[in-house]
């Protein structure tokens, strides 16, 4: 009876990790970018009675479950209109280059609701995420930069000059800038970055990701070209969970939790009917 007791207890952990994934889906179904994950379970183990051969089929017991494992999909989700200058939505494959202005350290993003921030040395203003954030891309121009070939080490941040009154960013991510009322002119382009794997991209919260040798970053091509997405100002790219798919899950997960108990407390009470044996 202890190994259905093992398998019981293994099918309640990995139903409630499946539970987790799902909680924080559903807690995120606002958030700005976020990419909602799938969960996949596997047979822990597998205790081999007796080997197959030719004309029979052997006997083996499975020992219970365990995570395979939790894969986010980075399908696109639904665009929102905002109205404001700062706000970014990517229609199709790529995320945002955004470095960290002390550490220098380089991360990826699909969520684009930055704002302006002003430094105030230089009275350049950067394009920010929430934490501090600035957005990359290649300045230049007029003409605007061309990305192709380009690698991350040729990135920099986004700079809007002093006395900037207008601004705006095509679907190309061409950055065109008027200062001081004068004609708007290509200053810079903005970057989106593409992998072989966005699978192998690791998430450290706050909508950011980490490149690994597992995501395989690609060079850079301008956006709208060779199957890179196309930047929407103005737009906000929502979650992509499905509320009711999630629903769905969670049931069928609370009934597989539930399923597993019951096989706990059967295997509890044939064992107490093996102790009653006696009298």
Do not use: C, W
Request: aromatic content about 8%; glycine content about 12%.
């Amino acid at each position: 009876m202890l190994p259905s007791m093992y398998s019981g207890v293994s099918g309640l952990l990995t139903h409630q990790q499946r539970m987790n994934v799902i909680g924080n889906d559903i807690a995120n179904v606002n958030t700005v970018g976020y990419k909602q994950s799938d969960v996949t379970f596997k047979e822990a183990f597998v205790n081999t009675l007796r080997s197959p051969t030719p004309g029979t089929p052997g006997q083996q017991v499975g020992l219970g479950s365990q995570v395979g494992h939790i894969a986010r999909d980075f399908s696109g989700g639904p665009l929102m209109q905002t109205g404001l200058a700062s706000n970014f939505a990517i229609s199709g494959d790529g995320f945002y280059v955004v470095s960290d202005p002390i550490g220098n350290q380089q991360f990826f993003s699909r969520a684009g609701d930055f704002v302006l921030d002003v430094d105030p040395a230089t009275n350049e203003t950067y394009l920010i995420t929430s934490e501090g954030k600035r957005l990359q891309g290649v300045m230049g121009g007029p003409p605007a930069p061309d990305l192709n070939g380009l690698g991350l080490g040729d990135m920099q941040d986004i700079v809007l000059p002093p006395d900037t009154t207008d601004y705006s960013v095509g679907f190309d991510g061409i950055l065109y800038v008027s200062v001081a009322g004068a004609p708007a002119e290509a200053m810079g382009r903005v970057a989106l970055a593409s992998f072989d794997n966005p699978g192998g991209l690791q998430a450290i919260g706050s909508n950011l990701y980490e490149e690994t040798a597992a995501a395989s970053l690609r060079a850079f091509t301008n956006p709208g070209e060779n199957g890179l997405g196309q930047v929407f100002q103005g737009y906000l790219e929502n979650s992509n969970v499905d509320l009711a798919r999630e629903f769905t899950d969670m049931i069928i997960t609370q009934r597989g939790f539930q399923a597993n108990s019951r096989t706990i407390s059967t295997s509890d009470d044939m064992l107490q009917e093996l102790l009653t044996l006696k009298r």
